[in-house]
């Protein structure tokens, strides 16, 4: 899969062969939503333009449910099982720690799972991928203020870079945290879903060793966005847009992200 969906006429054939599904009216959706006001024709539009939408926003008691769960259970630093931290945001990490993930213990949290299986979620990408989505993958991960050498920088996603986990995919992202320009925003760079380059088509994912002043040159300085937003903020983005996080220079920030895909590989993150 990862040889053949870099190359956008191979995505545009697959979705070519689902494109007779209907769209369902919002009206008819299983309830309840934790989005019941999100309108899904304009946010399926948005991503077909743009690549990503901007507004979701979690319920507060929904977003208090997943911070007393990350207070409450233990993480681990640069996803490694040996080092398991229980997460103070207000103390100061060793720099040995630029990350902490909760690898998969957060798939026993129930504000997760009713996102996870959220109806609105999923008819936004049911809708966008003009079939069922699937539910591939998430994360719910700290990233310290710290140091990073260029190589971790490419680990860790903080060069610009886009997915490869399945011929479509979206991924919804919601701040715990309240993030700024100085404790991790997400960048995009808008419309680069589409309409890339064949040589960044043929490296796929080594376009992460471009570098990053090149990218934003070739798809456009107008369209390289910062996403920045008060804990609970949330957006959707097609994958294959290239986009980055950045390191937190003040502030830990503490991301959920969940992904979803037209269809289900196993263990697509080995973090263990």
Known sequence: MRKLARFEFVRQISRY??????????NT???????KELNVARVVTCLKTEGCFLGLQLPEGILQELLDFAARNYCYGNRNLQHPLLVDPKKTFPRKYRLASYLDTHLKCD??????????LLEIARQYFKKPAVYLTSELCWSFPNQSSYSQMIQDAQVFHYDIDDYQSLKFFFYLTDVDLSSGAHICILKSHKNKRLWHQLIGQHTASIPDSELIKAYGEENVIQICGEKGFGFVEDTFCFHKGTMPTQKSRLLLQLEFTTNYYQEPRAYM
């Open 17 to 26: 062969f689902h494109s007779n599904i209907k769209t369902a009216s919002q």
């Open 29 to 35: 959706l299983e309830s309840p939503s934790l989005f």
């Open 111 to 120: 504000a997760f799972q009713r996102l996870k299986n959220d109806p609105i």
